[in-house]
């Protein structure tokens, strides 16, 4: 394990990568002997200094959760991160994608929280009877740290890649859907890039959310009332660059989209 000077080190060092969109090198290539732990204290500093300049905690995002994502990024155990207020973006945008380093785009559903969820015992049917409603939402992947060779600790480290969350579409109650059935189909440009079911997330959307909710509570932590939490991605991450318009079709569920300039 890292002593707590590095781990200061390395997250000051990600928060400058966010602030110049520079992206540092590999943190298990220079530290091999860091491990999950400590990049889960890497995280709770970054949120630390971030929250020192200003920022303010508005949610959670689950990644890695599908077989999709696991094969894509040969990782095979999901992560957690952090949603700030300035992460949240309308339906329709217009995105700046030089803010973003290596952006990408993952289609997910997202649970709007009405009571606080709290582990370490947190069940699915936890998550249905807190959640207000379900929505879809398109996460625009980010980068802080090379990607070449990342494992999970880099990833965990980075906010698990959490770049920014586009919330569309028509919210729905859990009772009055089935939401391993949600589908999903994302364009860009006009052109069918993926496609995927809502089961794709550990057979179903919410098992990432009670997960998330016992996972965080080794650490005194819980899920709270009015939180919104990105359930984890059905698809795999796609690629955008300057000039790219994006749509989400999630069939009764409507659309999300949203333009890179």
């Keep these: 394990m890292l002593d707590q000077s590095t781990i200061e080190k390395i997250a000051d060092e990600l928060v400058e990568a966010g602030r110049t969109r520079t992206p540092v090198p590999r943190l298990t290539a220079r530290y091999p002997e860091m491990t999950v732990e400590d990049s889960y204290q890497v995280q709770n500093l970054w949120r630390k200094r971030s929250e020192e300049n200003g920022r303010k905690l508005v949610g959670r995002k689950i990644g890695l959760t599908s077989r999709a994502m696991q094969m894509a990024t040969g990782i095979t155990e999901p992560d957690y991160g952090i949603i700030f207020d300035d992460m949240v973006l309308e339906n329709g945008c217009t995105v700046q994608w030089e803010k973003y380093t290596h952006p990408r785009i993952e289609v997910e559903l997202a649970f709007k929280l009405g009571r606080d969820i709290t582990g370490p015992n947190a069940t699915i049917f936890d998550v ?19 990607m070449e060779g990342r494992t999970i600790v880099d990833t965990i480290s980075d906010n698990a890649a959490m770049g920014a969350m586009v919330v569309g579409g028509n919210p729905v109650r859990p009772a009055d859907v089935d939401l391993r059935w949600i589908p999903a189909i994302l364009y860009k440009n006009q052109t069918v890039e993926e496609t995927g079911v809502g089961a794709g997330v550990l057979n179903h959307p919410a098992a990432g959310v009670y ?19 990105l359930a984890g991605s059905f698809t795999r991450p796609m690629w955008v660059y300057e000039g790219d318009t994006v749509v989400a079709d999630y069939g009764r569920l409507g659309t999300v989209t949203c333009r890179f300039e």
């Design 211 to 229: 997960w998330l909710a016992n996972k965080i509570a080794a650490h005194g932590d819980g899920l709270k009332a009015g939180e919104i939490i």
């Design 128 to 146: 249905l009877d807190a959640t207000e409603y379900v929505v879809p939402a398109l996460e625009i992947l980010d980068s802080r740290i090379e």
